[in-house]
């Protein structure tokens, strides 16, 4: 049976009590894709867009979403977070965004890693709209987890 830890006995949404789990050290690695037009793929590879370093942009916008997951997700937990990569993988038909994430704390940062690739695929796609309307933002999943009580999870 599977045990819903946001529900509480009656049904309603909750924040998960962590103030008794220890503190053990947490990483999280996500990843996601956009699928983009050959035309835009080459103006942001070569740095050539109207909007500057389209990269650089969307990885610090990658590593601000980590930092903010609770202000977006209603029932993460604020982590202070030890390190937030956010890198980039050029692919013949689009951008392959990963996020890694640690912490030494009471809860994973699972959510963190995929919010950074999220927002980070969400900043090119409006870096570069203007050249391609037809950009697909995609499979994005989490990668690997480890640390805590539920064990380590590989992809």
């Known amino acids: 049976m599977t045990i819903l ?34 035309d835009a793929l080459t103006a942001i590879k070569d740095g050539i867009t109207k909007k500057g370093d389209v990269i650089a942009v ?9 930092k ?40 994973g940062v699972e959510m963190e890693a995929l919010t950074a690739v999220s927002v980070a695929l969400l900043t090119l ?8 309307r037809a950009m697909r933002i995609g499979d994005i999943r989490l990668l690997e987890k480890s640390g805590g009580r539920s064990g380590d999870y590989q992809a």
């Open 5 to 38: 830890t946001h529900i509480d006995e009656t049904g309603a949404a909750r924040m998960v009590d962590i103030s008794g789990k220890p503190n053990t050290a947490r990483k999280a690695a996500a990843e996601g894709r956009i699928s983009i037009s050959s």
């Open 58 to 66: 969307a990885r610090i916008a990658g590593i601000m979403a980590a």
């Open 68 to 107: 903010r997951t609770s202000d977006l997700i209603p029932l993460c937990h604020p982590l202070a977070l030890s390190s937030v990569t956010v890198d980039f993988a050029f692919e013949p038909t689009g951008i392959r965004a990963t996020a890694n994430v640690t912490t030494t704390g009471p809860t």
């Open 125 to 132: 796609y409006d870096m570069a709209k203007a050249m391609d």
